[in-house]
């Protein structure tokens, strides 16, 4: 499963959505795309989080998917593909949806932005 900033938060948050996160995480393996962390960065600045303490818990309940030139390469072309139906499609989400794709990875999240997509969890 790969969870998305979307999912992150609210597993942060213990909302409804954070508490099927939680289960997620312990019934399977989970991982995160490098890019989830500097979003997660920045909301937890915004609302005056821990950083260490919360970015660790990511590093640790889950594994880190670095970006390579082929996954960025294919975000770029995820990101023009999308935006000609969702015009606030973001090259975060289609770098995470790259990262979905290129690993077989379902994405975890309440964001619209994936609700289309096959195999996705949304929360």
């Keep these: 499963m790969l969870l ?3 999912a992150w938060i609210e597993y942060f948050l213990g909302s409804e959505k954070g508490k099927r996160v939680k289960r997620i995480i312990r019934e399977r393996e989970c991982f995160t795309s490098a890019i989830s962390l500097a979003e997660i960065s920045y909301w937890l600045a915004k609302h ?3 950083q260490e303490k919360f970015l660790n818990s990511v590093k640790k309940l889950s594994i880190l998917l670095s970006l390579d030139n082929d996954l960025l ?3 770029g072309r995820i990101s023009y593909q999308k935006k000609k139906k969702i015009k606030d499609f973001g090259m975060i989400d289609a770098i995470i949806l790259a990262t979905s794709r290129a690993y077989a990875l379902p994405v975890v999240s309440g964001d619209k932005h994936f609700s ?3 195999g996705t969890i949304i929360l």
Excluded: G, R
């Design 48 to 50: 005056n989080y821990d």
């Design 116 to 118: 289309e997509e096959e």
């Design 73 to 75: 390469e294919a975000a």
């Design 4 to 6: 998305d900033t979307f």
